[in-house]
């Protein structure tokens, strides 16, 4: 059974940074790509960021040159760098396992409980 648990969130000023972790178990980690999403209030979830199992990554547009993603295979955790954050990019964060569905990069698996970002302008 997958579990995935995120940390990282808090509340900070626009201009701060904040860095995500997502600690994964019950998976090979390092064979599977991992993602990013996040759900504003009144707003649909949405993909953040990604990155494979080799460490290609791939970025919404709001968050390129902010965000960086990156994975730590001996520790099984996904992080999200998060600089120059904006108002708008507050929202609950959640990791996930993407399962192959015959696309590129697959879809989100389960959520799990997420992580509150609150950038205050």
């Known amino acids: 059974q997958v579990q995935l648990v995120e940390s990282g969130g808090g509340l900070v000023q626009a201009g701060g940074s904040l860095r995500l972790s997502c600690s994964a178990s019950g998976i090979i980690f390092r064979l599977k790509p991992m993602g990013w999403y996040r759900q504003a209030p009144g707003k649909q979830r949405e993909l953040v960021a990604r990155?494979?199992?080799?460490?290609?990554?791939n970025y919404a547009d709001s968050v390129k040159g902010r965000f960086t993603i990156s994975r730590d295979n001996a520790k099984a955790t996904v992080y999200l760098q998060m600089n120059s954050l904006k108002p708008e990019d507050t929202a609950v964060y959640y990791c996930?396992?993407?399962?192959?569905?015959?696309?590129?990069?697959?879809?989100?698996?389960?959520w799990g409980q997420g992580t509150q970002v609150t950038v205050s302008s």
């Open positions: 996930n396992v993407l399962i192959p569905d015959g696309s590129a990069w697959g879809v989100p698996g389960s």
């Open positions: 990155i494979s199992s080799g460490g290609t990554t």
